[in-house]
Structures are given as C-alpha cells and as structure tokens.
C-alpha cells in the first residue's frame, strides 16, 4: 500500500483503500500498530489527539505541542464556522497557517454538537439548524456543506455530518438518528474533497449493538478510508460503552484506520487500543488540568488538596516532562488554588505529554508483541489511585 | 571594583561598594550600561525585571522567560507571605527552586502594598497591620521582620519596608511617611543578610523634590549597596513623575545601582534610563497582554479591534519572538475575542520579549555612546502610534 500515492490521486468514486499502513498486530487481540499518511505528515497510531476546539490547544503553543510527542490535533468545524469563520480563515491560507500548526489537523463536524448543545439547535433530514452559541447569529449546516466547511479548512482528515444522540436514547430515537445519520454520510460522500484530504464516516446507533451493526455495514458499502465510532461516553454506563464500543469495531473493516470518538481516561484509552481502534481525542488532560487534575502512572491527582501543601515531589517520579522535571508539587499547588494561569498551562502540558507517553508505550508493547499482558498491568497501576 | 569578592564578603557593618560595574556610558547624559553580580548570576543593565508576584511570571514558564532574554525577575515578599507562606518556600529549599528560576530574584517587600491595599492595614511607627487580601488573616510586618523573609527567601536582592504613599499626598503626609521610611530603612539596615544578598534602600517623599533629596542624602549615609526611587506612578501627572525622577537620581551615588520601581512604558523607560536609571519592573507587559494590548516599534496595539480580524501581518514586523514569528494578528485577535487563554499567554511573552529587547537595544546604544540620538528617535517611533 503505498499512502502518499493514494493521498494524492485518491476520490472517494474509486472506494480506494485509506493511505494507513498497519505495521505490527498484538499477538493475542485486535490491537495494532500502523501509521496513518497525510498531506502535512505521518501519525503513527494509536494515536492521541489533542483538543484544539476553536483552532487552539488550550494553554499550549504549537511548539510545545511538538515538543510533548503530538502528531495531530483536532479542531471543530463548527466552532471554527461560528468564529472567526471558515471563509476568514481559508483566506489567510488554511487552518494550518492560521494556528501555526503544520501537521496534520483532523476537524470534527458539528454532529457532537447536536447533541451538547441541543437547546440551540432544530435537526431535520436537510441538515442543522444552528443558533449560535456565540452571538445568536443562524447558522444552517447541510452535510454537504459541513463538507464544504472543513474542504475550506484545508484538513487532512473531515469527518461527515452525524447526528449524536444521548446516551439513554429510545430505540426509535437510535433509529431514526442512525438513519439520518447514513444518509448524510451518503451525501458527504458525494462531495468531492480536496487533493490529499480524508473523508471519516461515522457509526451511530446509540447503545444498541444490533443497530451499530447494521450502521456500519451500511457505511462501509459507502468506502471510507477511515471509521469514526461517534456516540460514546454521553451519560451510559461505563460498561456499556465497553460493551458497544468492542462490538462496533469488530464491525468495521480491519485494513482501515478506526476512530473513537471525544474518549477517555488513560485506563479507557488501553482498553480501546486492545480492542483494535486506533486513534482518539479527548479534552480530559487540558479540562482537567485546568481544575488542577494530574493524570499520574499510577492514577489521577488533584493537587488542590492540603496535604500537597508540602510535599517536594514531582507530580509524577515516571515522567519526564518539563513540570515533572522542574517543578514540586508545592509548587504547583500553590499555583492552583492562587488561580495562576501558569498552574493550569503546566497542568496542561503535563496531562497531555502524559497521554502521548501512554501512546508511544502502547505503541511499542504493540511491536514488542506483549500488548495484553502490558495493558493488564499498566491498567491495575493506573488504578491503585495511591496519589489521589 | 571586583563584584564577586564582595557578593561573598560584603556586610552591611562596612558600607561597601555594591557589586555593581559600570561598564559604558553615556558621551551625553547620564544613561550607563553595568553589569549587576549576584549570587545566582549577572544582571546587565539598563535592565527590566519581569513581575512574579507570586512567584510565577504570569502565563510564562521559567524557559520562556530564559527563552527572551530575561535576567532577573521580581518577585513580593508580601503576597509570598500571605501565601503559601516563606516558612514553606524556605522548608522547600528558598524561592529559586520553588518556582524553577536559578537566576537572580529581587524582592519587593510590601511597601507597595501600604499604597495599594490601604484598606487592608494600619500604619505605625512599629511596623504595618494587615490582613490578608487572600483569607482575611492577620499579618504584622516589622522592617526588621519584612528583611527576615527575604532572607528566609533566600533571595539575591532584598528591599527594605518604605511607606508608599498617593500621589497626591499632602506635605505633612509625605513627610511623615519620609521620616517613618528612614526609620525603617535604618531599622532593615541593621539586620545582617545572609552572605551575598544585596538590600537596597527605598527613596520616598511623594512629589516633593527636596524632600526627596534629603530623603536621599540620608539613606546614602545609611550605605546601601543600591537604591530604589518608590512612589512613583501612583496617581501623579506624568510630567510630575518625570520631574521627580529626575531630580531624585541625581541625588543619588553614581557608582550604585538605581531601581526606578514599577514602571513604566516603553518610551518611559528609555527617558529613565536616560536620566541614569538601571533597573525596572512593571506589570504592564503581562498585565495589559491579558487584556489584548501589545506594545510594538510604532506604539500599543489593541488586537481586540476590528481591523485586525483579517490581518496577516505579525504583530510588529521588526519583532524576533515567537508570536510575532509565528501568528498573524488575525489569529491573535480571534484568540483575544473568544478569551483563549493562549492570547494572554502569546501577548505577555511577546511583551516581554519586547521589554528585554528594548533594553538590549538601550545597552547597546550606551555602549556605541550615542544613546541619546538613538533615544530620541526610538521614542519619536514609539509614539507614532501608527497601529493602535
């Protein structure tokens, strides 16, 4: 498979393979290691992607997010569309230029915010109507157009309108969204992107295996190069969003980059790796940093707590990012509950060069051939919490 | 002079030379170029000290203040008493490594705060009562308790306990708090510092020049290795401020270091600098970055505007930094406008960056002796305010 020849003469009409090459399988379980070609770089995976919602990782330069290890971020089309507007920023040169990122960028839709911001908009087949949570303004996104958005962008990777349900939706309601859903995907198909630029799909259904099933054989008649599995972590229970996100890869084609959706804790992330997916996003590690959360190897800290006061520690004695390597966790503490913006920016960098490590280990326990016997022990670790 | 020998020897009991060179100066005028020694390295000056109040540079690491060129920073023995407290911050091995900065640390002392937090504490001769701004807890600082924490700070350059008062201060008023001002210089003077650390005298007497001047006189005779001009900047009209500066540096010893505190703007600060001032601080880099303001070549920039919505230019084309490197103000002002915490973040370290290069260029331009022509063009520019 040659990706960058495929990066270039890909269309969607040829139902081609995606430019992700699988370099190493788990010798027990779905896990793998690949790497994923784009116009603006390669992104080994699994892969991590840091939230940059309005074109910006909260807190981090782009230096600093090459620093830490990241291959690609995620950005929001809807967002982006409300403000400063998709037609400014493709003016100054694309999305890239305008947030001095210069790897690749994968944009989410909209379709998230269907369902976060549901009391601002009006769902019909055609598409969204949006009131902006901005400044009121409308805004009526088709899944041609949302296309259209993220093409304007200059993305590497887009991804099709879906509509996102809460986690406790009725059949029906699972039903008729994951309906919709297929259909705007179909449209989204039909629009032809720029050279280089991938086209996701995304699986919808709620928390009903069966209809996942069926959602994404029918997307995968379609011929994504990529497979998003939209819909998770939106209120179930813990163990359903095992359950359904293990049975929803199963159904996604082996030989194409799988995708979940806006998850999870570092614990969450090497299960999902086990189960084959292989890229992720999540705002854990800079929401959470922001409120003085640590993620640690061996569980979360919150270093607002008094008996941190003291303590002369680095956050964590594993890691060798730049708080871990310069600053105790007095420090740090005094920094959280003084408000300091430094605390929640160093909280920030540590928390996602965190999740990179995680990556990169996952990465190579993959290789190494040991990835169950890995992820069993590095789970029970991150569970003791004896930091919390 | 040799700097070092008396960094290690030096003692108040002597009234000896500060370590303190002055290596150029001005073929007209006052302004000199000099190297400051401290324990935890040199100074050169004329030199800015970004503000650390409570021991972090807002929205800056201590590689991204090393990263502009910064030398020394200052930080308040007050707010680091108030919290998290000096006992701590010396338990933790001193102020350097609490905050992750192993360069020089000049001290404020909390004289400042007698001005700005007036409604928080009563004055006497004995000292000052406060109650904490942060819980509401009482604090009594003696001169000689206010040289103890900087001490137990461990910092290289500690200042004595002034009275700062408005700046529309009565004569009685400015007198009285002159004497009470002597009277604790005289009381700080006498506690012995640890072996290296530097305390400077604090010049107060409102906008009375003569009461200034004997303020001066005095303090000299009191020998202190460098002086400080306070109240300054608080209310007064700024030709006043210029007058007053003016007239009390040269009241002061050439051969010692001279810290104009908490000011100014850039064009100020090349006319202090002209008068034969060698240290400053201000929050204005970092404090009017977080609201958007970038100071530039040609004037403050408010990157709020509207006009800047699609600008690709930098910020100021002549800037070297990051930001100005990387960004177009486009993207700057949507960063501002959707309170993206890297717009503060990006505006403070262009700031400084910006101060740190304007004393580089003033240090260069006393050296090359034509410090006053290149002043008064520097200034002409600065005023254009082609941008704002």
């Given at each position: 498979m040659t990706g960058s020849a495929h990066a270039t003469?890909?269309?969607?009409?040829?139902s081609p393979a995606a430019p992700f090459e699988i370099l190493a399988t788990a010798t027990t379980g779905p896990a793998r290691r690949g790497r994923l070609r784009t116009t603006h770089g390669c992104v080994d995976t699994p892969a991590f992607m840091p939230v940059?919602?309005?074109?910006?990782?909260?807190?981090?330069?782009p230096a600093q997010l090459r620093e830490l290890g990241a291959q690609i971020v995620l950005a929001n089309a809807y967002h982006l569309a409300l403000r400063p507007g998709v037609a400014l920023i493709r003016a100054l040169g694309g999305l890239h230029r305008f947030m001095g990122w210069d790897g690749p960028i994968l944009t989410d839709s909209g379709g998230y915010q269907i369902f976060s911001l549901a009391a601002l908009r009006t769902v019909s087949d055609e598409g969204v109507a949006f009131r902006s949570h901005v400044d009121g303004a409308a805004l009526f996104l088709t899944p041609e157009a949302v296309v259209q958005l993220q093409i304007d962008l200059g993305v590497d990777i887009a991804m099709v309108l879906d509509e996102c349900v809460a986690g406790d939706a009725s059949r029906a309601e699972a039903e008729r969204a994951a309906r919709r859903t297929l259909d705007w995907a179909r449209r989204c198909a039909r629009v032809e992107t720029a050279p280089g630029q991938l086209l996701f799909g995304i699986v919808q259904g709620a928390m009903y295996p069966d209809l996942r099933a069926r959602q994404a054989a029918e997307l995968v008649d379609l011929g994504f190069p990529g497979y998003a599995v939209g819909g998770l972590s939106v209120g179930e229970e813990r163990n359903i969003t095992m359950t359904v996100a293990a049975e929803t890869v199963a159904a996604?084609?082996?030989e194409r980059p799988r995708y979940l959706m806006g998850v999870g804790r570092p614990e969450d992330l090497i299960r999902f790796v086990g189960m084959g997916y292989d890229l992720f996003d999540c705002v854990l590690p800079t929401r959470n940093g922001r409120n003085g959360m640590f993620f640690t190897s061996s569980g979360p800290l919150n270093?607002?707590?008094?008996?941190?006061?003291?303590?002369?520690?680095?956050?964590?004695?594993e890691c060798a990012c730049y708080p871990c390597r310069t600053f105790a966790r007095a420090y740090l503490r005094h920094l959280a509950v003084s408000n300091e913006m430094l605390g929640a920016q160093l909280a920030s960098v540590h928390n996602l060069y965190f999740y990179q490590q995680l990556m990169r280990e996952m990465r190579a326990a993959i290789e190494a051939g040991d990835f169950p016997a890995w992820a069993a022990t590095r789970i029970a670790r991150l569970s003791t919490g004896a930091q919390a």
């Open positions: 003469t890909w269309s969607r009409a040829d940059a919602t309005a074109g910006t990782v909260k807190g981090l330069t996604l084609p082996v270093i607002r707590l008094a008996r941190y006061a003291t303590d002369t520690q680095a956050v964590d004695a």
